[in-house]
């Protein structure tokens, strides 16, 4: 599993990006085909339990059966026990999987999980985050003030409403009020299908573990998208008044403010972490409708490749990009890490950064309110642009010099396009950060952004469906990083 953060947790938050508010609810979903609903009902009787493990049941509760549960002045052991199970049960009735065995569940607070994540944490210096935080400035979202890691930690620390852990098997919710446990229908069916998924098809398998930062949105895309269409189903038929739900106290200490202690979320990182949330369930929701759950399932034993995948519904391929280091100088890259030394973005946080600029800087990439343009009944956000979208591929080698006291960063970004028109776009729309962000051009071609959290030097060259950009403290860098570029 990659260490950018992107992985690590299985969020089940429902984000807000700068007062853009989701869809409170979701149409009702599919409903369990005749075939298995009579699975799952097989040999009832009322509430009686079966005499073998069936759909719909689960350690003693059915999924339409009613439970003694009030959690205004917070869950008891004995109330966390039959919420849960009655859970698992609507869980893999709407799922059609069965559980394998009973999901532990532990509440812990957002400070103890704070803590938790510091203590599996790299140190900001590390060479892995020091190699990250030049493909987050690359991207124009954490910038030399700011390290990637911070950014990340802070962003899903605020935002976590609770994980299933693979390795242990187990969930935990996290709540601002841990002596009265309260939980969310939403946040408990989220992760017990991540639970279910990984007593059927194992997360810790090697096919769950993405190489770069697109590589894992992709695979979240089936993996967060199966657990939120589950989860729309859910609270959909709680809604609707189909089925007799847990209810929340006014204020639920399940849902989690965040507010308790840490920074505040980086937008750009959110809204680049939240990608699979929104583009996942209609990723799932388009499977589901041409071949049913086992299309689902067959996602899940092989997963998308790339955000784009999800984005758009479509089994285009990266195209192969090539590189070879021709740095002078003492550059050189970080040969260790990411894939020979690269890591990809992807359409998905291309989109983000183009979002990002234009929030945060005015830059003229793309309408910030087009966020909320969807037209599908299970999309939360559009992450559908001009600068993005015809993305073909891309790769980002951070550098680095070597044998001088003080260590220089900077990166090359070679960017390719499904066409010449794509390409333009996506470097009218880079430029327009460049100037959001004060550039000046130089005669040799480089541009020069000369303070702020980006204060460094850029090159940018497009060449029919590529485009590729150096990135060095000062001009005479960006000629070393990459010299056959140079004017």
């Known amino acids: 599993m990659r260490k950018t953060g992107l992985r690590a947790l299985l969020v089940a938050a429902l984000l807000v990006l700068a007062g853009c508010a989701a869809p409170t609810s979701a149409p009702a979903g599919p409903a369990p085909s005749q075939e298995t609903t009579q699975t799952a009902t097989t040999e009832r009787v009322g509430f009686e339990d079966p005499d073998r493990d069936v759909l719909g049941w689960e350690n003693g509760y059915w999924y ?13 052991d004995a109330e966390l026990e039959a919420y849960v199970a009655r859970s698992m049960a609507r869980v893999e009735h709407i799922r059609q999987l069965e559980f394998k065995e009973t999901v532990p569940v532990e509440v812990i607070s957002r400070d103890g999980y704070r803590q938790e994540s510091a203590n599996f944490s790299e140190s900001p210096t590390s060479e892995f985050n020091r190699w990250n935080d030049q493909v987050w400035e690359a991207l124009f979202i954490t910038g030399e003030r700011e390290s990637s890691s911070t950014a990340i930690g802070n962003t899903t620390s605020s935002a976590v409403l609770g994980f299933y852990s693979p ?8 709540t601002d009020t ?3 446990v309260t939980i969310d229908n939403a946040t408990l069916a989220h992760e017990l299908v991540h639970a279910l998924q990984d007593q059927h098809f194992d997360l810790t398998s090697e096919r769950f573990s ?3 930062q697109d590589g894992d949105l992709a695979i979240d895309g089936i993996v967060e998208g199966d657990a939120s269409y589950v989860e729309k189903q859910y609270t959909e038929r709680c809604t609707a008044g189909e089925w007799e739900c847990v209810k929340p106290p006014a204020a639920s200490g399940g849902s989690g403010s965040g507010s308790s202690g840490g920074a505040g979320p980086n937008l750009g990182v959110l809204l680049t972490i939240y990608q699979p949330y929104s583009d996942g369930p209609v990723y799932v929701h388009s499977l589901y409708e041409q071949g049913g759950w086992e299309a689902v399932n067959d996602a899940m034993r092989n997963p998308p490749v790339s955000s784009e995948q999800t984005i758009h519904l479509t089994d285009e391929e990266p195209v192969p990009i090539e590189f070879e280091s021709t740095a002078t100088n003492g550059w050189e890259t970080f040969e260790n890490q990411g894939e020979g030394g690269s890591d990809t973005v992807g359409e998905a946080s291309i989109y983000a950064m183009m979002w990002y600029q234009a929030r945060m800087n005015g830059a003229d ?3 910030i309110r087009g966020l909320l343009d969807t037209n599908d009944q299970y999309d939360t956000y559009n992450y559908d642009a001009k600068p993005s979208a015809g993305w073909g591929n891309d790769r980002v080698f951070p550098y680095r ?11 090359v970004w070679v960017t390719e396009w499904d066409s010449e028109q794509d390409a333009r776009q996506f470097e009218t729309a880079y430029l327009n950060i460049l100037r959001s962000n004060g550039i000046e051009q130089l ?6 952004v000369p303070d702020g959290e980006f204060n460094d030097a850029f090159r940018v060259v497009r060449d029919g469906t590529r485009v590729t950009i150096v990135n060095g403290p000062e001009p005479e860098d960006v000629d070393q990083i990459r010299p056959e570029l140079a004017s």
């Open 64 to 76: 339409d059966e009613s439970i003694d549960v009030n959690q205004s002045d917070g869950l008891s």
């Open 167 to 174: 390795q242990a098997g187990e969930i935990k919710i996290v």
């Open 178 to 180: 841990p002596e009265t």
């Open 210 to 212: 993405g190489q770069t």
């Open 365 to 367: 990439t793309i309408n």
């Open 401 to 411: 010099t070597t044998g001088s006291a003080d260590t220089e960063y900077g990166y």
């Open 443 to 448: 005669d040799n071609g480089i541009y020069v």
